[in-house]
């Protein structure tokens, strides 16, 4: 076989594998001069899947001929690339410094495994973008004593974190619940190509759900049944996440100036600090895997809103994933962080809680 007719018959692990991270490989091609700067620039598009990506480039290198594919491979032969795709040992093991093969071999295959079970343990994020993130901040309502102050100040820092973390990010301002309703259908019925769709409600609530602007509710069912496997095929197997800002009772502990976030009669004037209340006490799961549910705070409590700085639930949650993304914590490691800081709070007392039916870390 010609060095070119390998590639071609390697073709479709090739587009698995390096599609893992299109951007890095795509970078080491243009280093080692197999790609120009402008080809790069083609194939890195924005609007191309990782998958697209490396499919172009593969076709890009054997329309160069023999020559440049020889030079591919042993591109994929060295260490720097193993490193980042271990898969690659199988069919492109690195040419051996020492007599002995077989010693080395082994390291590979064993090495190789290693990776392939701590792949298997977390949900593949690789997508570019990582996909969908809807935000809903619902500020200002028919009754205008019921304007959530401070909640634009969330808005900014969720956009901003998800953005960074590779989301494409819509933010939608004030909804009815009717246009809650339609926009999760909408968002339900895309084709999604990303690896895990995230999804953001700020708004008033009660037992039942969560409230549009015009004062009527949007039900659990409404939220989370349209992303079942059943009615959004495209996110079988993939985590979606649903982070919902609101309380889920009316008790605090050290009393404090507040503004409900609950269509019951305030108790108290506004002041600095606010509470978003009643939302979701009934929230449950649905039966389908892959969901990941966080709420701002346990039943029966309420969720503290600061109009000069956002909700403590929600700034700690960007704080700590700006944080630890990073250093590859998992998410549900990095809400343990969320729960430790907003439960420390002086001023009162607040605990966010999660339900999960994750069947792998989310990284």
Not at 89 to 94: E, I, R
Not at 282 to 289: G, Q
Request: one cysteine or more; charged letters at 20%; aromatic letters at 8%.
């Amino acid at each position: 076989l010609t060095v070119m007719q390998t590639v071609l018959e390697k073709k479709v692990f090739l587009i698995n594998t390096l599609s893992a991270d299109s951007s890095f490989i795509l970078q080491y091609a243009q280093q080692d001069k197999i790609i120009t700067k402008r080809e790069y620039n083609n194939l890195n598009h924005h609007n191309r899947t990782s998958e697209q990506i490396v499919t172009n480039l593969l076709d890009t290198v054997m329309n160069k001929g023999d020559q440049m594919c020889h030079r591919f491979v042993a591109l994929l032969k060295q260490g720097e690339i193993h490193e980042n795709y271990p898969e690659l040992l199988q069919y492109f093991p690195p040419v051996p410094k020492s007599h002995n093969q077989e010693t080395i071999n082994d390291s590979y295959v064993f090495v190789f495994q290693i990776f392939q079970t701590m792949r298997d343990k977390s949900y593949l994020m690789s997508s570019n973008p990582r996909g969908h993130c809807l935000i809903i901040n619902n500020v200002d309502f028919v009754t205008p004593s019921k304007t959530r102050n401070g909640s634009n100040i969330d808005e900014v820092s969720l956009k901003e974190v998800f953005q960074w973390l590779g989301f494409s990010v819509d933010v939608y301002k004030n909804q009815t619940a009717e246009q809650m309703k339609n926009l999760l259908k909408n968002f339900s019925q895309k084709h999604h190509a990303g690896d895990c769709f995230v999804c953001c409600i700020m708004s008033h609530g009660s037992a039942e759900g969560v409230y549009g602007t015009n004062e009527i509710i949007v039900t659990k069912d409404d939220i989370f049944g349209p992303f079942t496997g059943k009615s959004c095929p495209s996110l079988n197997g993939k985590p979606k996440v649903f982070l919902i800002q609101a309380c889920r009772g009316n008790k605090r502990h050290p009393p404090v100036h507040v503004q409900a976030d609950s269509y019951e009669e305030a108790a108290e004037a506004e002041d600095d600090m606010s509470v978003d209340t009643n939302s979701l006490q009934m929230i449950s799961i649905p039966e389908d895997a892959d969901f990941l549910i966080v709420r701002s705070t346990v039943k029966g409590y309420v969720s503290y809103r600061e109009q000069a700085n956002g909700t403590w639930f929600i700034q700690s949650l960007c704080k700590q994933l700006k944080k630890y993304c990073p250093m590859g914590e998992d998410l549900q490691s990095i809400l343990l962080c969320v729960n430790k800081e907003v439960s420390e709070k002086a001023l009162a007392k607040q605990m966010p809680v999660h339900k999960v039916t994750l069947r792998k870390k989310l990284v």
